[in-house]
C-alpha cells in the first residue's frame, strides 16, 4: 500500500499539463446541473467541474490515507472521541468548546450508549447535558 500511496501522492503533485480525452457516464442531472453553473459563469465547462471534484475526492482519499499510516506508526497520536468533539466544538464557534470537562463526560457516556458515536453524537449530548446543568 505505501508505494501506491507515494504514487498517487506523486501523480497529485505533478503539474498535470498533459490531458487525455476520457469517456465519463455521469448522471443526467448532475450534467445539467454543471451546465446551468458554467452558464452562471460559476465554472468554466462541465469538465473543469469534474477535474476538480476528481481531484478533491482523490486528495480527500489520500490525506485520510497518510493520516492512517500515521496513526499505524504512532498510534498515541490518534486523538480520542474528547478531544476530536473539542476540536469540532472549536472550529464551528460551538460554546461547548469552552467547557471540556461537560464535552470528556459527555464522550464517555455516548461511548456507552451507542457503537462507534460521532464528535457530532458527542456535542449533541453534551448540549443536552450542559442544558439539564443550566
Known amino acids: 500500500m505505501e508505494r501506491q500511496l507515494q ?3 506523486d501523480l497529485l503533485d505533478s503539474p498535470g499539463d498533459d490531458t487525455v480525452g476520457t469517456s465519463v457516464r455521469l448522471p443526467v442531472n448532475l450534467r445539467d446541473a454543471a451546465a446551468v453553473a458554467a452558464g452562471m459563469g460559476l465554472a468554466a465547462s462541465t469538465t473543469e467541474l469534474t477535474v476538480r471534484g476528481l481531484r478533491e475526492a482523490l486528495e480527500a482519499f489520500a490525506q485520510r490515507a497518510v493520516l492512517d499510516a500515521h496513526y499505524a ?6 486523538p480520542d472521541l474528547a478531544e476530536v468533539a473539542l476540536a469540532a466544538a472549536e472550529i464551528d464557534g460551538n460554546p461547548l468548546a469552552g467547557t471540556p470537562e461537560v464535552v470528556r463526560r459527555a464522550a464517555a457516556e455516548v461511548r456507552d450508549l451507542k457503537d462507534d458515536p ?3 453524537d458527542v456535542l449533541l449530548y453534551a ?3 450542559a442544558a439539564a446543568a443550566a
Do not use: F, I
Open 7 to 9: 504514487r498517487l501522492l
Open 73 to 78: 506508526a504512532h498510534p498515541k497520536a490518534r
Open 118 to 120: 460521532t464528535q457530532d
Open 127 to 129: 448540549a443536552g447535558l
